[in-house]
């Protein structure tokens, strides 16, 4: 846009697709902060609390200084066309970039370690396993090429948002990076880096689609750990609509013919819910047992009847 005679820095209001990332990256932030803290207790109360939930929480907490960096984005920027920022603006969203950039990898690459840890325990073949240690190594490895070049980008890191305080190199290496970590989705993307038009508005769809990864990662990788909850709601819910445990049927009966006596049957079934005995163990399930009670009360006539 054309400069004015004092540029000054001013909060823009998300419209648009800046709209659509800020609405996006509370809801995750919320539904996250929630299925962790859940998972968290359930751990804790259980003794179980292991070294994927440490990664996790590790990942999360990373994920939520991210989100902040991400809303606090929408406000200066991201997301939003060049026609509608002054310069001012456009370096202080450039900064949240490059925020944005570190803390996506850093806490990524905990959320995919603590899931991979996760399958590694279960896993019962060794190659699996190998396979899954590979990718936690790799994993680390990008991570690590990735941080260091977007610090050494720019000497100083200033000059990434103030072009005007030193020297750059190219930004292919960021999109070369980028792709190596980047899901499929976000693959078409990746060239927002090399347009230095609207840089912010085509970036912020890359912004987009990296919540919604590691909030679903968050999700899906802490839902195993919530089934006991599931499983206690289900318990308590089938305990509820049955009232009481004893079940009484009494069927009685006789049963007339030549040559049969005569015979008096009660029967009482009694259906009795069994205790989480192993609450401790991840694999356990609600027990059910049956305990069936009969009772025979045997009348024998003194004769016998004809049909």
């Known amino acids: 846009m054309s400069s004015t005679a004092v540029e000054e820095w001013h909060a823009v209001e998300p419209q ?4 659509a990332i800020l609405g996006v990256t509370i809801a995750f932030t ?9 998972r968290v207790y359930l ?3 259980t003794r179980n ?14 994920n939520m200084v991210h989100n902040g960096i991400v809303i606090w984005g929408c406000y200066t920027g991201i997301g939003t066309r060049d026609s509608k920022l002054n310069t001012p603006i456009m370096m202080e969203g450039a900064k949240a970039i490059v925020f944005w950039q570190i803390f996506y990898v850093s806490g990524s690459v905990f959320i995919k370690a603590s899931i991979c840890a996760q399958l590694i325990r279960i896993s019962t073949q060794r190659r699996y396993k190998i396979i899954l240690y590979l990718l936690i190594v790799v ?13 050494i980008r720019c000497k100083p890191v200033s000059a990434s948002w103030n072009p005007t305080l030193g020297t750059c190199i190219d930004q292919s290496i960021i999109i070369a990076l980028t792709a190596s970590i980047a899901t499929i989705i976000r693959m078409p993307y990746s060239s927002a880096y090399s347009n230095s038009k609207n840089l912010l508005y085509n970036v912020g769809n890359i912004i987009l689609w990296t919540v919604v990864e590691c909030g679903l990662g968050i999700i899906a990788g802490s839902m195993p750990m919530l089934r006991k909850l599931v499983k206690g709601l289900s318990k308590d819910e089938s305990t509820g609509k049955s009232g009481t445990n004893d079940l009484n049927l009494v069927t009685i ?9 005569i015979h008096d049957t009660d029967i009482q079934i009694t259906v009795i819910a069994g205790d989480d005995a192993e609450t401790a163990r991840d694999d356990d399930s609600t027990k059910r047992m049956i305990r069936v009670m009969k009772t025979v009360n045997q009348t024998t ?5 004809e049909m």
Not at 253 to 261: A, E, F, L, T, V
């Open 253 to 261: 009966g006789r049963i007339k013919g030549k040559h049969h006596p």
């Open 139 to 151: 994993s680390i490895i990008t991570t690590l090429i990735a941080i260091l070049a977007v610090l």
């Open 43 to 45: 751990r804790l109360s």
């Open 301 to 305: 006539s003194q004769g016998y009847r």
């Open 49 to 62: 609390f292991g070294r994927e939930d440490w990664l996790m929480c590790v990942g999360t907490t990373i």
């Open 16 to 19: 648009g697709l800046a709209g």
């Open 30 to 38: 919320i539904l996250c902060l929630l299925v962790v803290g859940l």
